[in-house]
């Protein structure tokens, strides 16, 4: 097994580009999870990193919105963002890895759309800039349609990734997993600002405790309930799909209304599995 | 298909400097590269936030948008929150 590492985070602009507008204390223990994150990212050792994460109409439209697409460039650039207030970088990819997986994924009947040029925005450089801050690990990016209606079915996004799971069991590279996203947020909408805890909670929960009957058996509806932007869960249900046996645990959790969202930061660790 | 077309205009003001510059010198003349209708084009020109929210633009699409135009979080979400009160 090479996979070395894995976490979900959450991925909300206001981390970087309006940090000062949240409590100082609570942006102090989500810096400090994402420090402990990045040490352990980085004992890994990791060849590359496999990122489970969505886009905000930076590459894709509605005149071709893709469910999976996987980056199989040479670079990515990012952030698209001007507002950021993260560095713009030339993010290496391994399109030798991405085309190992894309292959895995139509042998196991997965057709992956995917792109060898795609640009990176919040949803991937904040997570890459707590992470991987020198942007010096190349990165394979598999975006998941978490924008519009319809997206593919949590159940859908757990087979992928228990099939990317496998098919990296097989690789020669020392892979980490970073999902990205979530958790319950209304980014935007009128609701902006408003976290469902209850939500936030169950799911954090499901994910920790490896409960994969109820991760796989979420609906569109489910989601929808608890914010426009918590379908990027998805991309956690991905990693879980990866990762089963897994051992998880909440490295931070805080609501922060200032950044309109609830934000989590998990690790696994295959200890467990 | 329209709310398509006004989708896209907002879209490419995001994403390409180049139309961002166009948009910003000369709204109206930039909306005539689009299909719009009558009202889509007056709540492009105006900046509208509340008419654009209400008529479906997608928030991730609107919210970049207005932050380019240097519209703070508190009167981007009164506009739109505005909107959705005045509604029947």
Same mark, same amino acid.
């Given at each position: 097994m090479t996979l070395e590492f894995a976490c979900a985070v959450s991925h909300a602009?206001?981390?970087?580009?309006?940090?000062?507008?949240?409590p100082k204390e609570t942006v102090e223990r989500i810096h400090s999870g994402y420090r402990r994150l990045r040490d352990r990212l980085a004992a890994a050792e990791p060849d590359v990193v496999l990122a489970f994460t969505n886009e905000h109409w930076n590459n894709f439209f509605l005149d071709h919105m893709p469910a999976f697409c996987i980056g199989r460039g040479a670079h990515f650039a990012g952030p698209?963002?001007?507002? &950021?207030k993260v560095e713009k970088a030339k993010v290496p990819g391994d399109p030798e890895l991405a085309q190992a997986l894309i292959d895995s994924c139509y042998a196991a009947g997965f057709d992956v759309s995917y792109s060898d040029e795609l640009a990176l925005d919040h949803g991937t450089m904040v997570p890459l800039h707590f992470l991987t801050p020198e942007m010096d690990v190349p990165v394979v990016p598999l975006f998941t349609n978490? &924008?519009?209606?319809?997206m593919p079915t949590p159940a859908r996004c757990y087979a992928l990734g228990a099939a990317l799971g496998q098919a990296l069991a097989n690789s020669e590279k020392r892979v980490a997993l970073v999902a990205t996203g979530g958790l319950s947020h209304w980014p935007g909408?009128?609701?902006?600002?408003?976290?469902d805890r209850a939500f936030d909670d169950r799911f954090v929960s499901d994910m920790v405790e490896d409960r994969a009957d109820r991760l796989r058996g979420y609906t569109h509806e489910d989601i929808a309930r608890s914010g426009t932007?918590?379908?990027?869960?998805r991309n956690w249900i991905l990693l879980r799909g990866a990762i089963p046996g897994w051992r998880g645990e909440v490295v931070t959790y805080e609501e922060v209304p200032a950044w309109a969202t609830g934000y989590g930061l998990l690790a696994f660790d295959k200890a467990g599995a | 298909m329209s709310l398509y077309q006004v989708q896209k205009l907002i879209r490419q003001v995001n994403r390409n400097p180049a139309d961002r510059e166009s948009f910003k010198s000369d709204r109206a003349s930039f909306s005539e590269r689009f299909e719009l209708t009558p009202e889509e084009r007056e709540a492009v020109i105006a900046l509208d936030m509340g008419a654009l929210y209400a008529m479906g633009v997608h928030a991730l699409l609107l919210r970049p948008f207005t932050i380019l135009h240097g519209v703070s979080e508190p009167d981007y979400l009164d506009a739109i929150r505005a909107h959705r009160a005045e509604a029947p």
């Open positions: 602009p206001g981390t970087t580009a309006w940090t000062e507008a949240a698209v963002e001007v507002w &950021l978490a &924008l519009v209606a319809p909408e009128a609701e902006h600002g408003r976290i932007g918590t379908h990027e869960v | -």
